[in-house]
């Protein structure tokens, strides 16, 4: 029995794709690894978002080989496979295989070319149509939460995005498909469930096999419906697109206690020059809109963001409109990043003029900025009592365990291990920058 071992970066989608990979090849004799030492194949799932992907993996796989006596057969998978595709065997020494981001469900059969063959294999093909989205349950990355991709790719093609030349374009799965993993995962005793996509409020099924009895505008407000009524004890969604978040969203979850007061919703920046430079296809008056709905609503809705300065152009009163467009928002938290040029997405021909030391101004006066309105959010809660899913041990403390509430906060508490997998009432005690202390009632 050969042993594979998956290394995972980058976002939910790449952390599905593994758990599938690893349900497939369990499922053809392979035993899964928890660790590299002794593996026959160590699979690298890679994420292009970030800046230096393939500098990063050039420096795994070179940490890979070092020093091992039988040297295992390397495989590069995900969004850096995909983008580059065959030149990574020219560009990184050591490499096997390479697998397209559609073709993970064919890892086995690359697995075996290369014991036959040799190396030098890959396969950046469609998805096949049969291709099986079952996770089995000691593959999930957790015994009590699960990722179900809802759909994938993208369409929006933002100047600064990698992930539509990566993921492909836009295909939802269908709602049957959906509610039968939601229903699935009820069964083995999963308490919650992660609806997950690049933009997974812009699912178009084919069909709406499976949506016609539930109301709702939109597609996605029916499909959040159809999930709800299946029972299953705590729904969140991510990551949504500002365009295609519609006020019947937050409808769906103020008629369903089990759809989580939680929404991501990427902003990117408060100019609307930049963000028509960027094509996000929003205004900051339609996102202002959006916001205004989801703060009027019944629920304590938390709201969390993303945010990129120092864009080509970016002038300081763009910047100084972002700054403004977060203390109007509130949100309470945000991921801010400055802006790296992406090979192969418009941008990267843009002139790349704002100078890193004023991105990193930029960067910490809006960090600032946040981290005070961050800090303000976060004392609402102190006192009161918040549901959490005791997920696992603190890593600080053996008597400590952690989790998630509805609103996606990480809370710790003293608890016994019988706690685990549970839903329980924690009344907080102490709030610090990104988390929060409590003790259950």
Request: proline share 4%; aromatic share 8%; net charge neutral.
């Amino acid at each position: 029995m050969k042993r594979v071992y998956l290394e995972t970066f980058g976002c939910q989608m790449n952390v599905s794709d593994s758990e599938r990979v690893a349900t497939s090849l369990a499922q053809k004799g392979f035993e899964i690894a928890d660790s590299e030492d002794n593996a026959d194949i160590i699979l690298i799932n890679t994420c292009s978002v970030r800046e230096k992907a393939e500098q990063k993996l050039y420096t795994r796989v070179g940490e890979v080989r070092a020093g091992k006596r039988q040297k295992p057969v390397v495989g590069v998978m995900g969004c850096v496979a995909q983008l580059e595709g065959e030149t990574l065997f020219n560009k990184i020494q050591g490499i096997d295989m390479v697998i397209g981001t559609r073709a993970v469900g064919r890892v086995a059969e690359a697995i075996e070319n290369v014991f036959d063959y040799g190396s030098g294999y890959s396969d950046l093909g469609e998805r096949d149509p049969e291709y099986d989205w079952t996770v089995a349950e000691e593959q999930r990355h957790s015994p009590y939460v699960a990722f179900i991709p809802i759909i994938e790719g993208c369409n929006k093609f933002c100047t600064y995005c990698i992930v539509p030349f990566s993921r492909g374009r836009e295909v939802s799965l269908p709602a049957s498909e959906i509610i039968r993993q939601v229903l699935e995962h009820r069964r083995s005793g999963v308490k919650e469930i992660h609806l997950i996509g690049q933009n997974v409020n812009s699912y178009r099924p084919k069909t709406e096999s499976g949506l016609e009895s539930f109301s709702g505008k939109t597609p996605f407000s029916r499909l959040l419906r159809a999930v709800a009524a299946t029972g299953i004890e705590r729904i969140k969604f991510n990551t949504s697109f500002p365009r295609d978040f519609h006020p019947d969203i937050v409808d769906a979850i103020e008629e369903n206690e089990n759809l989580c007061n939680w929404v991501h919703l990427p902003v990117q920046s408060g100019s609307d020059r930049v963000l028509k430079a960027m094509r996000r296809l929003h205004t900051i008056e339609s996102y202002f809109k959006r916001i205004d709905r989801l703060k009027a609503s019944s629920r304590d809705i938390s709201l969390t963001t993303d945010i990129i300065v120092g864009f080509p152009g970016e002038t300081e009163e763009d910047f100084e409109n972002t700054v403004r467009m977060v203390e109007y928002c509130e949100f309470d938290s945000a991921y801010i990043f400055k802006y790296s040029p992406r090979p192969g997405t418009p941008a990267y021909e843009m002139p790349d003029d704002v100078p890193n030391e004023e991105k990193t101004r930029r960067f910490r006066s809006l960090e600032a900025v946040q981290r005070a309105i961050q800090s303000r959010r976060m004392q609402r809660y102190l006192g009161r009592s918040i549901s959490v899913l005791a997920e696992k041990h603190s890593a600080r403390s053996s008597e400590h365990l952690t989790g998630h509430s509805t609103c996606h906060r990480v809370v710790n508490f003293p608890a016994s291990d019988d706690m685990l997998g549970k839903i329980i009432d924690v009344t907080v005690t102490g709030v610090k920058t990104n988390s929060l202390f409590g003790e259950v009632k």
